[in-house]
C-alpha cells in the first residue's frame, strides 16, 4: 500500500519538495532543495553541486547526517520524477547547522511549525481545509476563486480515491490518466498548459482561472461517474473514461467559446499576486519584529 504522500511547501520565495510518510507519520523534505534556500540560491544546478560537495565533507568527517538521508523520486522542473536526496525534519536540523546562513534560524523554526501543523490536520482535517483557504486569501485570491478551487480539490479527491480502490497505482499511473482528461479537455497536456503560463514547479491549478478550474471539476466529475457506471478497473480500462470525461468538458468548453469569443485556456497567472503577497507579508513581518524587539 502506498504510505507517501508528496506536496510542495513554501519558504519565502523558495518552493521546497517533501513528502509525507504516512506509516512513518514524518514529512521528509529536499535536502537540495533546503540548501537552496540557506545559500540562497534560486538555480538548482548550484544547490545541488552544493550539497554534493558538503555531503562529500560531512562523510569524511564522519557525519550521520547523509547517512540518514533517503532517496526518493520527487517531480522536478521538467514534469519527471528522479531520486533525490531527502531528509526528516531532525536531520535537516544538523545538515541546517553546517551551512552559514542568515536564514538558518527561521528555517529551523519553519521545519517546526509546518512538522507541527502536519499532526494537527490528521487529527483535524477541517484544519487542512481552513489552512488551504487562509494560503490562498494571502495571495489575493477571490473568494469566488477559492470556493471553486476547493470545489475542484474535492471533486479531484474523489476521483483519485476511485482510482485508488479499482487497481490504479498513485504514482505514474495517475499522472497517465490525468493527463488523458486534461488534454481532452483542453487541446494540450499539463506541461504545455503549464508552459503557456509560464509555470515551473508551481501547481497549474493554483494559477488557473475560474472558467479552467470549473471545467477541470467537469472533466474529472464526468471521469469518475462513467467509470462507476462501467466498474473500471485497472489503469487500461480507465483510460476510456478519462477521455470520455474529458470530452464532455471539452463540448462545454468549445460551446461558451463559440458564445463568448473568447479562449478558456490562457496565460495568466498568480506569480505577480503571490509575490506581492509574499513581499508584503515580509515586511509586515519584519516590522513586527521590529516592534517587538522595542519593548
Given at each position: 500500500m502506498q504510505t507517501f504522500s508528496s506536496s510542495l511547501a513554501v519558504f519565502?520565495?523558495?518552493?521546497?519538495?517533501?513528502?509525507?510518510?504516512?506509516?512513518?507519520?514524518?514529512?521528509?523534505?529536499?535536502?537540495i532543495d533546503v540548501t537552496a534556500v540557506l545559500i540562497d540560491q534560486n538555480n538548482y544546478q548550484t544547490a545541488r553541486k552544493y550539497w554534493n560537495k558538503l555531503a562529500e565533507r560531512l562523510k569524511k568527517e564522519g557525519s550521520q547526517s547523509v547517512t540518514?538521508?533517503?532517496?526518493?523520486?520527487l517531480k522536478a522542473a521538467d514534469g519527471k520524477f528522479y531520486k533525490t536526496d531527502v531528509?526528516?525534519?531532525e536531520?535537516?536540523?544538523?545538515?541546517?547547522?553546517?551551512?552559514?546562513?542568515?536564514?538558518?534560524?527561521?528555517?529551523?523554526?519553519?521545519?517546526?511549525?509546518?512538522?507541527?501543523?502536519?499532526?494537527?490536520?490528521?487529527?483535524?482535517?477541517?484544519k487542512a481545509l481552513n489552512r488551504s483557504r487562509e494560503y490562498w486569501q494571502r495571495q489575493g485570491r477571490s473568494p469566488k476563486w477559492i470556493q471553486q478551487r476547493m470545489l475542484g480539490q474535492e471533486t479531484r479527491n474523489k476521483l483519485t480515491d476511485y482510482w485508488s480502490s479499482h487497481g490504479v497505482e498513485k504514482k505514474n499511473e495517475f499522472a497517465i490518466l490525468t493527463n488523458i482528461i486534461h488534454h481532452e479537455w483542453s487541446g494540450l497536456s499539463i506541461?504545455?498548459?503549464?508552459?503557456i503560463k509560464n509555470l515551473s514547479q508551481e501547481n497549474l491549478r493554483d494559477h488557473m482561472s475560474d472558467a479552467e478550474l470549473i471545467f477541470t471539476a467537469l472533466a474529472e466529475l464526468s471521469t469518475r461517474q462513467i467509470a462507476e457506471g462501467v466498474q473500471a478497473y485497472g489503469v487500461e480500462q480507465n483510460k476510456n473514461p478519462a477521455r470520455q470525461g474529458g470530452q464532455i468538458a471539452k463540448n462545454a468548453k468549445n460551446?461558451?467559446?463559440?458564445?463568448?469569443?473568447?479562449?478558456?485556456?490562457?496565460?495568466s497567472n498568480y506569480k505577480f499576486v503571490v509575490n506581492?503577497?509574499?513581499?508584503l507579508s515580509s515586511r509586515l513581518e519584519h516590522k513586527a519584529s521590529g516592534e517587538a524587539l522595542k519593548h
Open positions: 519565502e520565495s523558495f518552493k521546497i519538495r517533501r513528502v509525507y510518510d504516512q506509516k512513518a507519520g514524518k514529512w521528509f523534505f529536499s535536502v540518514n538521508c533517503h532517496r526518493l523520486k531528509a526528516d525534519t536531520t535537516l536540523l544538523r545538515i541546517i547547522q553546517s551551512i552559514p546562513s542568515k536564514k538558518a534560524e527561521p528555517l529551523k523554526l519553519w521545519l517546526a511549525r509546518v512538522g507541527y501543523e502536519r499532526i494537527q490536520e490528521i487529527a483535524d482535517p477541517e506541461q504545455k498548459h503549464k508552459k460551446e461558451l467559446e463559440q458564445k463568448t469569443g473568447k479562449p478558456v485556456i490562457n496565460s506581492s503577497s509574499s513581499a
